[in-house]
């Protein structure tokens, strides 16, 4: 048995959009210090499954309990700070800077004062090589060093658990390695992540268990050596036929 402590535990979630039934009823659990990734076909409900996790999307049905404690709507707010969200297009605020963007959520959420989310936000970008950034605008950044800042800011209020959507599709191959490399510094010092990709070489590297969503629930996970060596039903041999 594991014993350590299980941040996410997620019953019959299911989401719809009108009468297009995304999500179809998934279970699911996440332990602390774990790395899955989430791989399936496009239109699977990958994305969909982060933004209802992080309850950009409220369920329409489904209990999800993060740390043992029932997340409702009275409560999201505060559970939503240990849950950091980096998206496919950056999602930074064009017209702020880049310190901006950082000190934005906690200081307008009072969890931190200015100064003190500055000095985080400077450390923070000092690590990752971009304070020379730290007045510079969206606009004048390239989309690896976008996607690196949005990182940032995801790990400025220090989540326990970091959702990644999708983070290298909008990005050129040169800016795929960095920000790969900054999702595994991540990984090497114990954090807790739910990653979508279609980086499979990247996937069998970080993952401690793969995921694989069709058609809006769970058909399969295992470790990366059981997934991608001896996958157990016909449609993840069928999906990897064609990725790899």
């Known amino acids: 048995m594991n014993n350590k402590n299980t941040d996410l535990k997620i019953k019959n979630l299911r989401k719809a959009f009108g009468k297009n039934k995304v999500l179809n009823g998934i279970d699911f659990e996440l332990v602390e210090g ?121 790990m400025m209020l220090s989540p326990e658990v970091l959702l990644f959507d999708e983070p290298t599709s909008a990005l050129d191959p040169e800016s795929i390695g960095d920000v790969l490399s900054l999702i595994r510094e991540l990984a090497e010092r114990g954090m807790t992540i739910m990653i979508v990709t279609h980086e499979m070489s990247f996937a069998k590297e970080i993952a401690t268990r793969i995921v694989f969503l069709d058609k809006g629930k769970i058909i399969e996970e295992g470790t990366p050596s059981e997934f991608f060596t001896h996958p157990k039903t016909p449609r993840v041999r069928e999906f990897l036929e064609k990725v790899l």
Not at 53 to 60: A, G, K, N, R
Not at 104 to 126: G, T
Not at 130 to 138: C, E, M, R, T
Request: hydrophobic share 40%; aromatic share 6%.
């Open 34 to 154: 774990e790395r899955v990734v989430i791989l399936g076909p496009s239109g699977s409900g990958k994305s969909t499954f982060l933004r209802c996790i992080s309850w950009m999307e409220e369920p329409t049905a489904g209990e999800m309990y993060f740390d043992g404690e029932l997340v409702t709507e009275k409560n999201i707010r505060r559970i939503r700070r240990n849950i950091g969200m980096v998206f496919q297009h950056f999602n930074l605020i064009s017209n702020m800077t880049v310190m901006e963007n950082l000190t934005l959520a906690p200081v307008k959420l009072k969890l931190m004062k200015r100064d003190e989310a500055e000095k985080r936000a400077r450390e923070l970008l000092k690590h990752i090589g971009l304070l020379s950034k730290v007045d510079a605008y969206p606009a004048s950044l390239s989309g690896g060093q976008k996607q690196r800042v949005a990182i940032v800011r995801a």
